[in-house]
């Protein structure tokens, strides 16, 4: 089975054949893992075809880039053995075989630590990491609502574990990076708080009962739900760092597809921490970019595509991710959200979020001079 066969497409008359490049300033790479992972059979075949020894290594890096590689160079492989391409085949074979490496030692690591911090009470739930599964993100993400000297104390003692220098951004959302011998990987434990800067502490203190455990290579591992998932997926997209990969909006609409999503509910918890108009937002540009590769929208409900501020028609490629435009439209869903929890009389956690413009300046101006943002964000 083809990557594009596990994103079923809704029936429906097929107009001409797309446009070869999306959004605006898109690269000719992004166009090739777009169509591996988003297509069918015949437009694989395609792109699978303008991928030659020149470029490879440009694909793959944009792959890596964009947590994709095992999916969209499994589609790559399976198209280059269909066509009897030997070379290209052994070369994808390759690739995934040194990514799976990589993912297979920090699983190893993950279900060691989730079942050391459960065996020492600290209940904890993966998040973020493994939405991306069968690949895996570039650090291993944990939520916790334990002391958090008690996850540096666990850390240090099982895993002979170091803190990592914590940035301002690190300490408003109250996350802690730990460094582990033989872990490329950084382990990235959120303690008690959840969103960009710790202000959605509401969510995270019901956060439990609405997850769920998911099997992954033989081990069980707990998960957010569907609901939750979105959420915590836009924070970070749509309000901290202001771009998506190609990931999020390959896992974005492989789990709109399974239609579990409870939309009702998604609202209902979106619209308490104000950023409805968010998550509306992000899945319209997710359905938007689907749509324009398989041709077909996602089935998304009338309530979302209302609430939605904009669509895919703003979204921009650049450095190797496809970018929101901050001002006006992130600037506004961030007033929404501000406005939201001030409204609700949360106004220590208002006051956090206030802090973010400021962050993020000071950020922009540390990049500027100094080509990193390494201790602010």
Same mark, same amino acid.
């Given at each position: 089975?083809?990557?594009?066969?596990?994103?079923?497409?809704?029936?429906?008359?097929?107009?001409?054949?797309?446009?070869?490049?999306?959004?605006?300033?898109?690269?000719?790479?992004?166009?090739?893992?777009?169509?591996?992972?988003? =297509?069918?059979?015949?437009?694989?075949?395609?792109?699978?075809?303008?991928?030659?020894?020149?470029?490879? /290594?440009?694909?793959?890096?944009?792959?890596?880039?964009?947590?994709?590689?095992?999916?969209?160079?499994?589609?790559?492989?399976?198209?280059?053995?269909?066509?009897?391409?030997?070379?290209?085949?052994?070369?994808?074979?390759?690739?995934?075989?040194? /990514?799976?490496?990589?993912?297979?030692?920090?699983?190893?690591?993950?279900?060691?630590?989730?079942?050391?911090?459960?065996?020492?009470?600290?209940?904890?739930?993966?998040?973020?990491?493994?939405?991306?599964?069968?690949?895996?993100?570039?650090?291993?993400?944990?939520?916790?609502?334990?002391?958090?000297?008690?996850?540096?104390?666990?850390?240090?003692?099982?895993?002979?574990?170091?803190?990592?220098?914590?940035?301002?951004?690190?300490?408003?959302?109250?996350?802690?990076?730990?460094?582990?011998?033989?872990?490329?990987?950084?382990?990235?434990?959120?303690?008690?708080?959840?969103?960009?800067?710790?202000?959605?502490?509401?969510?995270?203190?019901?956060?439990?009962?609405?997850?769920?455990?998911?099997?992954?290579?033989?081990?069980?591992?707990?998960?957010?739900?569907?609901?939750?998932?979105?959420?915590?997926?836009?924070?970070?997209?749509?309000?901290?760092?202001?771009?998506?990969?190609? =990931?999020?909006?390959?896992?974005?609409?492989?789990?709109?597809?399974?239609?579990?999503?409870?939309?009702?509910?998604?609202?209902?918890?979106?619209?308490?921490?104000?950023?409805?108009?968010?998550?509306?937002?992000?899945?319209?540009?997710?359905?938007?970019?689907?749509?324009?590769?398989?041709?077909?929208?996602?089935?998304?409900?009338?309530?979302?595509?209302?609430?939605?501020?904009?669509?895919?028609?703003?979204?921009?490629?650049?450095?190797?991710?496809?970018?929101?435009?901050?001002?006006?439209?992130?600037?506004?869903?961030?007033?929404? /959200?501000?406005?939201?929890?001030?409204?609700?009389?949360?106004?220590?956690?208002?006051?956090?979020?206030?802090?973010?413009?400021?962050?993020?300046?000071?950020?922009?101006?540390?990049?500027?001079?100094?080509?990193?943002?390494?201790?602010?964000?």
């Amino acid at each position: 089975m083809s990557i594009g066969e596990t994103l079923p497409l809704r029936e429906g008359k097929r107009p001409a054949k797309p446009k070869p490049l999306f959004p605006s300033g898109a690269s000719r790479d992004l166009s090739i893992l777009s169509r591996l992972l988003l =297509c069918g059979e015949h437009e694989q075949q395609q792109a699978c075809a303008e991928v030659t020894p020149e470029n490879r /290594e440009a694909v793959l890096a944009l792959a890596h880039t964009n947590h994709v590689v095992i999916r969209a160079i499994e589609a790559l492989r399976w198209v280059a053995a269909e066509a009897q391409d030997r070379e290209h085949a052994q070369w994808a074979t390759n690739a995934i075989e040194r /990514e799976q490496a990589r993912i297979d030692n920090a699983l190893a690591f993950l279900k060691r630590m989730c079942d050391a911090l459960e065996a020492a009470g600290c209940g904890v739930v993966v998040i973020k990491s493994l939405d991306h599964w069968p690949d895996l993100g570039s650090d291993l993400d944990l939520f916790t609502n334990a002391r958090p000297e008690e996850v540096v104390r666990l850390m240090n003692q099982r895993f002979d574990a170091q803190l990592a220098t914590r940035s301002w951004g690190d300490r408003l959302a109250n996350k802690w990076n730990f460094i582990v011998p033989g872990l490329p990987e950084l382990i990235e434990v959120h303690v008690g708080r959840l969103g960009q800067t710790g202000e959605l502490v509401s969510i995270a203190n019901t956060l439990a009962p609405r997850t769920r455990l998911m099997r992954v290579m033989s081990n069980d591992f707990r998960v957010l739900g569907a609901e939750d998932r979105l959420m915590i997926c836009t924070l970070q997209r749509m309000y901290r760092h202001f771009y998506a990969r190609l =990931c999020d909006i390959v896992d974005t609409a492989a789990l709109l597809e399974t239609n579990i999503v409870d939309y009702d509910r998604l609202r209902s918890l979106a619209q308490t921490t104000g950023i409805w108009e968010g998550v509306a937002t992000f899945l319209k540009i997710v359905s938007d970019y689907a749509e324009f590769y398989r041709r077909c929208a996602l089935d998304l409900p009338s309530a979302v595509t209302a609430a939605a501020r904009f669509g895919g028609d703003q979204v921009f490629f650049n450095k190797s991710f496809l970018r929101v435009p901050i001002l006006p439209h992130s600037a506004r869903l961030y007033a929404s /959200e501000w406005t939201t929890l001030m409204t609700k009389g949360e106004l220590r956690n208002a006051a956090r979020l206030s802090l973010l413009p400021c962050l993020a300046t000071a950020a922009a101006l540390r990049y500027k001079v100094t080509g990193s943002d390494k201790g602010i964000w």
